[in-house]
């Protein structure tokens, strides 16, 4: 072997002793410290701290990976919301320019019908007491009721 290739071997199992291993060397002396001393309180002492223990590890653990889920999964529908907003933003602009525009010719058109209705009823208002001679007559139930009103 080369002299540069044994020293990326070295640094390689270096680092995985840094990186790997003494994280892990670390962690099970501290659980077997936490167990010693656990081991040597008072038995109620000990019964609580295990219980807290465990409702940790078997419960809130598992609830935080699901709500790390959900989490994640709600700032993905975010951020496929803020896409799809400025995806659709000038689209519906036009739809609402294109809406205000016909609300206005709406507008202009039922004001000319109304001033053509209103005009109409007012040239033939003198007729319309000529037209009611063809009416049948008014009962006298209705004509009180009409009266009263």
Not at 3 to 19: A, C, L
Not at 43 to 60: G, P, Y
Request: charged share 20%; glycine share 2%.
């Amino acid at each position: 072997m080369s002299q540069s290739h044994r020293q990326t071997d070295n640094q390689s199992r270096r680092e995985t002793f840094i990186y790997l291993i003494v994280p892990l060397m670390l962690t099970v002396v501290t659980v077997l410290l936490v167990i010693l001393i656990i081991l040597l309180l008072p038995n109620r002492l000990q019964v609580a701290i295990i219980a807290d223990w465990m409702t940790t590890l078997l419960i809130l653990c598992p609830l935080t990976l699901c709500g790390f889920l959900f989490a994640m999964i709600a700032l993905v529908s975010v951020a496929f919301m803020s896409r799809s907003t400025t995806a659709v933003r000038k689209p519906i602009r036009r739809l609402a320019e294109r809406t205000h525009s016909l609300a206005d010719r709406v507008t202009k058109t039922t004001d000319s019908v109304n001033n053509v209705v209103v005009s109409g009823s007012s040239r033939f208002a003198y007729w319309e007491r000529f037209l009611k001679v063809f009416d049948p007559p008014p009962k006298d139930d209705q004509s009180k009721e009409d009266v009263d009103v």
